[in-house]
Structures are given as C-alpha cells and as structure tokens.
C-alpha cells in the first residue's frame, strides 16, 4: 500500500491500481478517468492523488495540488473536446450537497446543455 493512501478510499484504491478505471489522463500528481455511472455524455472524475477528503478539508499547503488540478481539467476537456469546448466542472464537498466518494474529485462534464441552476 502507498504510504498516505487510505486503505479502503475508493479513489485511492483506483490510484493504487486495486480497482481498474479507464484512464484519461495521468501525471504524478493527479489522475482522471471516466466515470462508471456517467450524468451526461462526456463525464470526466479529475482526482488528486494525494488523499484529501473533500474540498472543505484542502490547506494552505495544498494551493500548489489545487491550482495544477484546475490548469488540468481544461487541457483533458481540450484533449476530449477539441479548441473550442464547453463543459462544466462540479465539486461537491459532503453528503448533503452529493459528494458520495469521501476523496476530492471534480466531475468534467460535456457533450449536452446543461441548465441552471443545477441540481
């Protein structure tokens, strides 16, 4: 087991290469794969590797890992999508408000209109 990845986070065991995921886009920071119950046609899951459990829990340290995973999301929508994409990026921080996988993740997602506000 990686060092600093819990043992039974789904996300971490995806990183880890326990559970298979179709891989869109892999550095040594981040990871991003398709996600297995998709909410629209294109429905991309942009992870940090390091375990965070949700946006609320990132710190200061984590500015640098924030800030490469935003320059990421829109490189995998060009790479997907072409120069000219739409697509919306959703983060959702607890239960309440969605987040089913306790690990930071961020949903890219394209290929239809989406209407606001969400949810």
């Known amino acids: 087991m ?24 892999e550095n040594k920071e ?7 119950s998709p909410r629209a046609p294109i429905h991309i899951i942009v992870i940090p590797k390091k375990h965070i459990n949700s946006l609320s829990d990132a710190k200061k340290k984590d500015n640098a890992l924030l800030g490469r995973i935003q320059l990421a999301v829109p490189e995998i929508a060009k790479k997907l999508l072409g120069e000219n994409s739409s697509y919306r990026v959703v983060t959702n921080c607890g239960k309440e408000a969605g987040q ?6 961020y949903h890219l997602l394209a290929g239809r209109i989406f209407t606001w506000p969400p949810g």
């Open 2 to 25: 990686n060092k600093g990845l819990p043992g039974d986070c789904l996300f971490c065991r995806i990183v880890r290469g326990e559970i298979p995921s179709q891989k869109i886009f």
């Open 30 to 36: 981040l990871l991003a794969f398709k996600d297995i």
């Open 100 to 105: 089913s996988v306790p690990h930071l993740h």
